[in-house]
């Protein structure tokens, strides 16, 4: 059911090249449909964002009716049971912690002639938060998302959720509350991207729009980007785990397990110089997989996007990670502290036996919203400073302007940019 791949194959690369190489990338009649939507949103506004609403999510919906009051959102938050409350409020918590320690404040200094340098941070005045609403419904992502756009200092957060046949979910409505979301509308696709994007009548335009969706919502985000901000295109889930063979084969099974119930494209491999420790993990999916719900999906995924591979040592693990730059990475070893320094390239590191991705999902505090498809090599997971843009302060002062000001007029003249040049020379001994 699941590939192995060893090091010492004299195909290995290849083969590790063609199980990273699964791509969600959109065909021409999604690019198609999504322009053509975002298009319409664009010149017809609410008529057409009502119409596309009713026809995917098969609702009768009214203009007036797709935005859900705060009234609704407690309702709901006070409808969940008291434990579902309870933890939603903890994870709150947990999520809102570790984002203040992201904080960034403005900063200056005076440099060795008076004159004053920095940055001025400021945070965005308006994002949209894209919540699935299909499928499954994902409170998590709602705590993910928008804790640390308020932590950042957002005035107006907008959160588009769409309801298919009129269908609310209470959890995610309730999390909305808990996060302090100031707007919420019943919206989904590309066409709630495209009202977030250039605004309606109902809807306001924010600066940035985060969250994930299906392709056609990824597709959306791609092309409004420049218009507003995006945080990423995120790819299906994976998870790599590298084990010394310590651990307990049905943990690492279980993980694998909880990456692969996403969907069939999700992709869970496991690491390790321990060709026993592989076996015994075999073993455990055969046996733990008939008891999951999501048996199906989990099965196909493993299939089409998971591995077992057989390596040398645990350097040589790490080698391969760096060359994944998995979404989310297991050291499920006994001192992962050892292995550490040598990982560039990770969007989250769990570090031991009982840091179970799920973990992170939920409640850990770091933000579940990570770089997919080996983006770890250039990106970050989402946090406070994706909600906070940085201006530079340049204060030059008349009595040190002349050195600064003439290196400019020499690199300016350099470049053949004359009106650059006497610019800065007009401050020479101006004073």
């Not at 894209?130 to 804790?147: C, D, E, Q, R």
């Not at 119930?261 to 076996?279: M, N, R, V």
């Amino acid at each position: 059911m699941i590939k192995h791949l060893t090091t010492i194959a004299a195909d290995f690369d290849s083969s590790l090249q063609s199980l990273l190489s699964s791509s969600d990338e959109p065909n021409q009649s999604v690019l198609d449909t999504v322009s053509n939507i975002i298009a319409d949103v664009r010149a017809r506004g609410d008529i057409a964002l009502l119409e596309y609403t009713n026809r995917f999510d098969r609702r009768t919906a009214s203009i007036e009716s797709l935005e859900i009051s705060q009234q609704d959102l407690d309702a709901a938050l006070n409808r969940i049971p008291d434990a579902l409350r309870s933890s939603l409020e903890h994870a709150a918590s947990r999520v809102r912690e570790f984002h203040d320690k992201q904080k960034q404040t403005t900063w200056t200094y005076e440099d060795a002639v008076g004159n004053v340098l920095g940055q001025k941070v400021t945070p965005l005045d308006r994002v949209g938060v894209y919540v699935p609403g299909g499928k499954a419904a994902y409170p998590s992502s709602v705590l993910m998302n928008v804790i640390p756009a308020h932590v950042a200092g957002v005035e107006e957060i907008i959160m588009v959720v769409p309801t298919p046949d009129d269908e609310r979910n209470d959890l995610v409505l309730a999390a909305a509350a808990i996060a302090g979301v100031h707007r919420v509308f019943s919206i989904g696709g590309a066409q709630a991207v495209a009202a977030l994007a250039y605004g309606t009548e109902l809807v306001p335009k924010v600066d940035k729009i985060v969250g994930p969706g299906n392709i056609y919502v990824a597709t959306a985000k791609r092309q409004v980007f420049g218009v507003v901000g995006i945080d990423m295109i995120a790819g299906p889930s994976e998870v790599v785990i590298v084990s010394d063979g310590s651990g307990d084969p049905d943990w690492v099974a279980m993980d694998m397990f909880a990456q692969a119930e996403h969907d069939e494209q999700a992709s869970s491999i496991l690491i390790t110089p321990d060709a026993d420790f592989i076996i015994a993990v075999e073993k455990s999916i055969e046996k733990l997989l008939p008891e999951m719900e999501r048996a199906e999906i989990i099965t196909a995924s493993l299939s089409n996007n998971g591995a077992m591979i057989k390596v040398d040592d645990l350097k040589q693990a790490i080698e391969i990670v760096n060359i994944i730059a998995p979404e989310h990475l297991e050291l499920s070893v006994d001192d992962p502290d050892a292995l550490l320094d040598d990982i560039r390239h990770a969007g989250a590191i769990f570090m031991g036996h009982y840091s179970a991705e799920s973990l992170g999902d939920y409640c850990a505090g770091p933000n579940h919203v990570l770089p997919t498809a080996r983006t770890a090599r250039f990106s970050s997971p989402l946090g406070v400073y994706d909600f906070q843009k940085q201006s530079s302060i340049i204060k030059c002062i008349s009595s040190s302007v002349n050195t600064i000001a003439e290196t400019a007029s020499q690199l300016a003249r350099g470049e053949g940019l004359t009106a650059h040049a006497r610019s800065a020379e007009y401050r020479i001994n101006s004073k």
